[in-house]
């Protein structure tokens, strides 16, 4: 089975600083990879994907992720945080053969001024 | 497109009643799940289904029944609710993986307490 292990249940940056939110996977092959986020009180938004070709994954708010084989991670980065950033980031994988999603713990940003 | 609805938004049930929680979609999705989150557990599966009349369980089935008519609608419902199910409750449908439109686009979530 899959499973998806993000690391820090809470992460704190300032404004203008980089974002780093770590997500390892274990999968015997590589799956389908995705980052969602969640803001206060509403569902959940595609940030971005990853299924095959290219290794590094833009995404929608400036955000980008990088799949690493090697590493089994798919780390969400982006390089100035704004304070409109601040919410819950899932990273989640999926079977390139089926459809349920897997999900991370979660991680909490705070962005500070 | 209004996307993936949810009704209600929220809903206080007493230990033992019974309820549904509503999902629909109108993108003519093949797949929709529902899953559950909980603090610091991330969300987990509950029922899914590939469509029409067809549904299978998912990581945490117990104490939940789903069905599938149509493709728009599938709903969820709690047959006798316990405080464990206490949690907020979101329904995603997609494109089938076949398709290459693979995205799960997810509804405004319905939270739930049992007392």
């Known amino acids: 089975a899959q499973s998806v292990t993000q690391l820090g249940s809470h992460v704190s940056v300032s404004e203008g600083a980089l974002v780093l939110l770590r997500c390892n996977y274990s999968s015997s092959v590589p799956p389908y990879l995705f980052w969602y986020v969640q803001y206060p009180n509403q569902g959940l938004q595609l940030l971005l994907k990853y299924t095959t070709g290219a290794t590094l994954v833009k995404g929608i708010n400036g955000f980008e992720a990088e799949f690493k084989k090697s590493e089994t991670s798919f780390h969400l980065t982006k390089p100035s945080a704004h304070m409109s950033d601040a919410a819950e980031y899932f990273c989640?994988?999926?079977?390139?053969?089926?459809?349920?999603?897997?999900f991370g713990k979660g991680t909490s940003l705070l962005v500070t001024p | 497109n209004a996307g993936v609805t949810q009704t209600p938004k929220f809903q206080v049930l007493k230990t033992g009643q019974s309820m549904t929680l509503q999902c629909a979609q109108d993108m003519n999705h093949e797949y929709m799940s529902w899953y559950r989150q909980d603090p610091g557990m991330g969300l987990r599966l509950i029922h899914y289904s590939v469509g029409a009349g067809i549904t299978d369980q998912g990581e945490v089935p117990n104490g939940y029944n789903v069905s599938r008519s149509t493709t728009e609608d599938f709903p969820l419902r709690l047959l006798s609710a316990a405080p464990s199910q206490t949690s907020v409750y979101f329904c995603?449908?997609?494109?089938?993986?076949?398709?290459?439109?693979?995205?799960?686009?997810f509804g405004p979530g319905t939270r739930l307490l049992v007392l």
């Open positions: 989640a994988v999926s079977p390139n053969s089926g459809y349920a999603l897997n």
């Open positions: 995603a449908s997609s494109y089938s993986r076949a398709s290459g439109q693979e995205t799960q686009y």
